[in-house]
C-alpha cells in the first residue's frame, strides 16, 4: 500500500524558506501518469494546490505562488520537496503532499498525514 | 482560474438521510470532477473522480454526477462514519482549484 510520510519543520520565521520532503514508500516512484503534488489548507479554510512534478523533474505550479515556489524530486530516494522562500504569516497552513494520477483526468490520492507550518517569528 | 462553488457551505443531517451536496463550475469543465472527504484532523480522502466515477472501497452509497458546470455528490443513506467535510475540485486546466467545502454534521 502506497504511504506519503512528510518531514520537515512546523514554525518557520517570516521572510524565510519553508521546506518539506515528502518520503514515498510501498509503491513505484517512477510510474508513468504518476505524478507527485504538494497542497496545503489554512487553518480552517479551504484547499489549494501549490504544484506538482513529475518523476523526470518536469514542473507545474500554481501561478499564484511560481514565483516564489520550487518542487524537486530525488528518485534515488523516492522523495519530492517543496520549498516556499519569502514566507509570511498568509502561509501558515497545514500543508499536505499526495500523488497525483494525470492523464485526461487527474486526481489526487493518497495524502500524506499533512505538516503544519506555522509562520512566526 | 475556474471558480468552484459548493452548496450548502454546511448541513445538518440524521443517519439514514439522503443528503445531496452541489458543486457548480464558474466554466464549462465537462466532466473533469472530484470529490473528497475530509474527516476532522486527517487528509482528504479521494470518493469520486470524473465526476461519476467511485474509488475502489468508496461505499456505494456515495454517487456523483453531472457535467458542465453543475455536479452532485448524494449520499443515499447518511451513516455515522460519513460526518465529515466534502470538497469538489476541477481537473479541466491547471491551476486546480477545489470548493470551499461542505460540512455535513449531525442533526
Known amino acids: 500500500q502506497l504511504q506519503l510520510q512528510q518531514s520537515g519543520p512546523g514554525l518557520v520565521k517570516p521572510s524565510e524558506t519553508l521546506s518539506l520532503t515528502c518520503t514515498v514508500s510501498g509503491g513505484s516512484f517512477s510510474t508513468t501518469n504518476y505524478y507527485w503534488g504538494w497542497l496545503r489548507q489554512p487553518p480552517g479554510k479551504g484547499l489549494e494546490w501549490i504544484g506538482t512534478i513529475y518523476y523526470t523533474g518536469s514542473t507545474y505550479y500554481n501561478p499564484s505562488l511560481k514565483s516564489r515556489v520550487t518542487i524537486s524530486v530525488d528518485t534515488s530516494k523516492n522523495q519530492f520537496s517543496l520549498k516556499l522562500t519569502s514566507v509570511t504569516a498568509a502561509d501558515t497552513a497545514l500543508y499536505y503532499c499526495?500523488?497525483?494520477?494525470?492523464?485526461?483526468?487527474?486526481?489526487?490520492?493518497?495524502w500524506g498525514q499533512g505538516t503544519l507550518v506555522t509562520v512566526s517569528s | 482560474d475556474i471558480q468552484m462553488t459548493q452548496s450548502p457551505s454546511s448541513l445538518s443531517a440524521s443517519v439514514g438521510d439522503r443528503v445531496t451536496i452541489t458543486c457548480r463550475a464558474g466554466?464549462?469543465?465537462?466532466?473533469?470532477l472530484n470529490w473528497y472527504q475530509q474527516k476532522s484532523g486527517k487528509a482528504p480522502k479521494l470518493l469520486i473522480s470524473a465526476a461519476s466515477r467511485l474509488q475502489s472501497g468508496v461505499p456505494s452509497r456515495f454517487s456523483g454526477s453531472g457535467s458542465g458546470t453543475d455536479f452532485t455528490l448524494t449520499i443515499s443513506s447518511l451513516q455515522t462514519e460519513d460526518f465529515a467535510t466534502y470538497y469538489c475540485q476541477h481537473s479541466y486546466s491547471t491551476p486546480w482549484t477545489f470548493g470551499q467545502g461542505t460540512k455535513v454534521e449531525i442533526k
Open positions: 499526495a500523488r497525483s494520477f494525470w492523464s485526461e483526468y487527474s486526481w489526487f490520492d493518497p
Open positions: 466554466q464549462s469543465i465537462s466532466t473533469y
